[in-house]
């Protein structure tokens, strides 16, 4: 005698149960792995621009360090012209396409280039010391990502405040303790 199975379902879940479930699942995670990506992204751009940052801000204060400073140095066009010549340096070296900033802009960078008397250590004389220093607010590209990171600088502006600072030994002979030439500060 025949069997007849037509109308009989087999136990267990069909085909037709589990279509979509790939796409809810997608939903659920794709938001988070696509927010980690961005967030690595910028961070990615912002480890770039401390870089450009440090490295500027390095090669100028190794310019200030090859000036010779003497009693005419003081001048206030001679002394312009040092500064102006290492803040052409700074402002260089954050623009370059290669070791800078990228999309630096003059409008979002701060600096302070000084000149600073030390004593000797083993002796009574003193000596001078370039200190070069800069602040960028480098700008968030990410909008959802700058949301976390742009109160890290204590603004909310859409950009992050990065600065790096650098001390060079002058290598001048050793100046007398009698009474040191004041240093104007750079403009």
């Avoid at 136990?11 to 796409?23: C, D, E, H």
């Avoid at 630096?104 to 960078?109: I, K, L, N, P, V």
């Avoid at 000084?114 to 990410?142: C, I, K, M």
Wanted: aromatic fraction near 10%; charged fraction near 20%; glycine fraction near 8%.
């Amino acid at each position: 005698m025949p069997v007849i199975t037509r109308g009989l379902r087999r136990p267990g879940p069909t085909r037709r149960s589990v279509r979509g479930q790939a796409l809810a699942e997608f939903a659920l995670v794709a938001p988070i792995f696509f927010l980690m990506v961005f967030f690595v992204v910028q961070i990615g751009i912002i480890f770039a621009a401390q870089n450009g940052l440090v490295d500027g801000v390095r090669n100028a204060a190794r310019r200030a360090a090859t000036y010779r400073i003497n009693d005419q140095s003081f001048d206030p066009t001679v002394w312009g012209s040092i500064c102006n010549t290492i803040g052409t340096e700074l402002d260089a070296q954050l623009g370059d396409k290669r070791t800078g900033i990228v999309g630096f802009s003059m409008a979002s960078r701060s600096r302070t280039i000084a000149y600073e008397w030390q004593q000797n250590p083993g002796g009574g004389d003193y000596f001078l010391v370039a200190h070069v220093s800069a602040t960028y607010r480098n700008p968030l590209y990410v909008p959802l990502v700058s949301f976390f990171l742009d109160a890290t600088d204590g603004t909310i502006d859409d950009r992050i405040a990065l600065s790096a600072s650098e001390k060079m030994r002058i290598e001048n002979p050793g100046l007398a303790p009698s009474p040191l030439p004041s240093i104007p500060p750079c403009p």
